[in-house]
């Protein structure tokens, strides 16, 4: 290497080992056990409700379903869609003609008779109310005459905080006028006493256990996954307690109609009672929906009317009357088919005194002002 290079570039500067020097920067500690005010710790408190209260609302593969749904419409408003009553605020109240767009007027409720003569083309009802539909059940076409009747009832899930809704159910309402639902629901049954296990079978009961076997279903060695509902007699109510987390919305209560006196009466509820499903909306927490069958078109209106009335005021158990209205609308509709009419179901709810509203005001504002600090 000429001896200029060398002045620019010493050999020894490239042979000898460069020495790097790091400097770690310790970061601040944790202030682990910082005492915390009151205040803090309840709105800790809250947080972790609130956290575990929307990881138990669903599982695994609901959440999933519910991400996949992100970018699909809702339950609430596929089709017929969900009423929203602020969309209709400057639409016409009644037609002004037999013959209209229902579109272009505020959705329409139809007594319950009307709407099943409308269903079973009375045609001079249909005249009447402005809808002149085929009929959809004469033999060239469904041919059902006694098809099952379908309410698709829209719920406000909505509760006192803000941060909860009204949870998923699944129970059995019994009815005053059964039907034939076609369904095939298998039942457990509980009793302590033998005689009482014999008449739960032959009642209808697939089978009857005795407290000896909650050991054996805690330990996996009994399966109680195969069977639809569970009822229990009041003397074994304390001896299925731990099956409670097993059985979840299964567990006979009073509440589900599943404990009580009368194994016999029981079973017969749930074979012939009809079944009432509650479920949130994955997108809109604060939608619901509920669809259930309550009866056929071959019965009297009478008797169609009387089991709606009872499966309403079933739902509306599920929620405090004082918050206001629970339905937002029930649509009529029948199996197979999509035509829909919305019927005044106004006289089943219940109706909450000014004092119960008062009471439910002064909470919803406690709990608003806890949140808001």
Known sequence: MPSSLQNVFPLTALLSPQVLQLQQQRGRKRALKANLSRQQKLERRLKREAKEAAR???????????????NLLSPSQQFPGRLIREDEEGLPDKPTTNVYISTMLKTQFHPIPEALAVHRCAFYVAVEIGHFLPEMQQPSIYNNPKAPIRLRIELNMNTERQTKMVPNSDEIVPVPYQFVHNEKRTILAFARDPKLQELAVESGAEIALGPEMIKKIIKGQFRTDDYDFCVAHVDMGPSILPL????????????????????????????????????????????????????????????????????????????????????????????????????????????ATPEEIEKVNERMSKHSNVASE
């Open 244 to 351: 409670r987390g097993i059985l979840k919305t299964r567990f006979p209560t009073k509440l589900n109609g599943g404990l009580g006196e009368d194994l016999p009466d029981l079973i017969q509820m749930f074979k012939n009672g009809v079944k009432v499903n509650i479920r949130g909306d994955p997108v809109y927490p604060v939608w619901g929906l509920c669809n259930v069958v309550v009866g056929r078109l071959s019965m009297p209106d009478e008797e169609i009317e009387a089991n709606i009335g009872s499966i309403i005021k079933a739902i509306c158990k599920h929620r405090n009357p004082a918050l206001g209205p629970f339905i937002n609308r029930a649509l009529m509709m029948v199996i197979p088919g999509d035509m829909h009419l919305a019927i005044d179901i106004d006289k089943f709810l219940p109706v």
């Open 56 to 70: 138990k609302q669903y599982n695994f593969m609901e959440r999933l379903n519910i991400r996949r749904m992100k």
